[in-house]
């Protein structure tokens, strides 16, 4: 069975704090993805990564940052985390676009708050 | 059907009854589209996708209509089922972009 697995369900940090969002899969996918999930605002991407040591931004990566060192690990980073970045945290990852089956598959998410 | 905001558009829908779930997409290069369900406390999980070249498709009780014309997207589920209740995503890729763009969802609610 597929799986994404995000290291924590709940975090509390406090404003200023250096946090990471860490996610694995065991998929052998090339792309991984970060969303933030707010009441309304539906899943907006923050950075995806098509490759070991690739990234891109997504569309509203200010205030993040990311790694992939290796394919089955895509971190998130918080380099100061601010209350405005209390959210639901949702990885995910697919094969490349041009395969058969390429949906996404998400992690359970982590619930951020930052106090 | 989708929109964006800070209300989440809803559908109330009677126990056996059929829904329809729309999307309007923005990329008319996207090539590839979702439909995610989200229960809630869980992440979303695939229901059905298909491609551009394809106008309908069919699953178990679930069947994704595209309109490329005008770039629109419906989930139908017949005989809705109280364990349908759930928040409903579309999602599209494509242009040559590894990107998955979500849509800001609907809640569908299965009234007993």
């Known amino acids: 069975d597929v799986k994404v697995t995000q290291s924590s369900r709940y975090l509390v940090k406090r404003t200023g704090e250096k946090v990471f969002l860490e996610c694995v899969q065991d998929?052998?996918?090339?792309?991984m993805f970060w969303y933030r999930q707010d009441p309304g605002l539906g899943l907006r991407l923050i950075y995806f990564?098509?490759?070991?040591?690739?990234?891109e931004k997504g569309d509203i990566p200010e205030g993040y940052s990311v790694s992939r060192e290796k394919k089955e690990r895509f971190s998130l980073i918080l380099e100061s985390a601010s209350t405005n970045q209390t959210s639901m945290y949702l990885c995910?990852?697919?094969?490349?676009?041009?395969?058969?089956?390429?949906?996404?598959?998400f992690g359970q998410g982590t619930r951020l708050t930052v106090v | 059907g989708e929109s964006v905001g800070l209300h989440l558009p809803t559908l109330s829908v009677q126990e056996g009854d059929n829904s329809i779930i729309n999307c309007a997409y923005s990329n008319s290069a996207s090539d590839y589209f979702i439909w995610y369900k989200q229960e809630s406390g869980k992440g979303p999980q695939f229901i059905i996708d298909i491609r551009s070249n394809m106008d309908k498709r069919q699953g178990q009780r679930v069947t994704v209509l595209l309109n490329k014309t005008v770039k629109h997207l419906s989930l139908q589920i017949a005989a809705t089922q109280p364990g349908d209740s759930a928040v409903y995503f579309c999602?599209?890729?494509?242009?040559?972009?590894?990107?998955?763009?979500f849509g800001t969802g609907t809640r569908l609610t299965i009234i007993p």
């Open positions: 995910a990852s697919s094969p490349p676009g041009g395969s058969m089956n390429t949906e996404a598959f």
């Open positions: 990564s098509y490759d070991v040591k690739m990234k």
């Open positions: 998929m052998d996918h090339e792309n």
């Open positions: 999602a599209e890729r494509g242009g040559g972009n590894e990107k998955l763009t």
